[in-house]
């Protein structure tokens, strides 16, 4: 595993990156927790070097207001003896509104897929449960790619850190239905260091997966 980044502040709160990144399973067996592709050819078909850009920050417009922008993208391709069908397009473009604690924002993602429609883009380094939904039902980029768009509403209530999200999916090789998702977030800090939250999910399925609803609670503490 190769990672590679540089960075460049050119404003106050915004950056420039460039980067590449190379993931090989050199032991061509099944590795339990590594990362999976839903494409044909076993083990080791997720070898792949991704290589991109991303600008993102925030520029202030009067006192408070500020203006919120996101912008990246980045190419897949096979490494380390990874699949011939390994060559997706990401990209994502975002921005929105924030005034103090609260903020809104509209984004486009799209993790695509090589031609034939039978390898979609892959993030085997990813954490993947903060994005494409937390009901976890896109772990996995489908072989026809993932089209997400969805809007966030975010802000603080009686010391509470709130958020709202709600997704629509489709296939980016085909543009069919997948499904849409609301995932819901209340955090409170009780003390420096000590925070507890409740978050929910509720995906509902138009052609892909099933319903899926969840939920937990947290407690987190540091010093």
Not at 20 to 27: F, I, V
Not at 147 to 161: E, F, H, I, K, Q
Not at 167 to 189: C, K, M, N, V
Request: aromatic share 14%; hydrophobic share 35%.
């Amino acid at each position: 595993m190769t990672l590679l980044n540089a960075s460049y502040s050119f404003a106050p709160k915004s950056v420039a990156s460039v980067y590449s990144y190379t993931y090989e399973n050199r032991a061509h067996t099944i590795i339990p927790g590594a990362a999976g592709c839903d494409v044909p050819g076993g083990p080791g078909v997720c070898n792949s070097e991704t290589a991109g850009i991303r600008v993102a920050g925030q520029a202030p417009v009067t006192r408070g207001l500020r203006i919120l922008y996101d912008a990246d993208y980045a190419h897949q391709s096979p490494a380390g003896g990874g699949s011939t069908l390994i060559h997706a397009n990401y990209y994502h473009a975002g921005g929105g509104l924030g005034l103090g604690p609260a903020f809104v924002r509209v984004d486009e993602e799209a993790m695509g897929s090589n031609g034939a429609g039978t390898y979609g883009f892959q993030t085997p380094l990813a954490t993947k449960h903060l994005f494409n939904g937390w009901a976890e039902v896109f772990l996995v980029t489908p072989p026809a790619g993932l089209r997400s768009s969805y809007v966030t509403v975010g802000g603080r209530l009686l010391g509470a850190r709130l958020m709202a999200r709600y997704y629509r999916f489709q296939a980016y090789h085909t543009s069919e239905r997948y499904g849409h998702e609301w995932d819901l977030s209340a955090i409170y800090p009780f003390r420096p260091g000590l925070v507890a939250g409740v978050q929910y999910a509720d995906y509902r399925a138009d052609q892909y997966a099933v319903n899926t609803r969840a939920a937990w609670m947290f407690v987190s503490y540091h010093y």
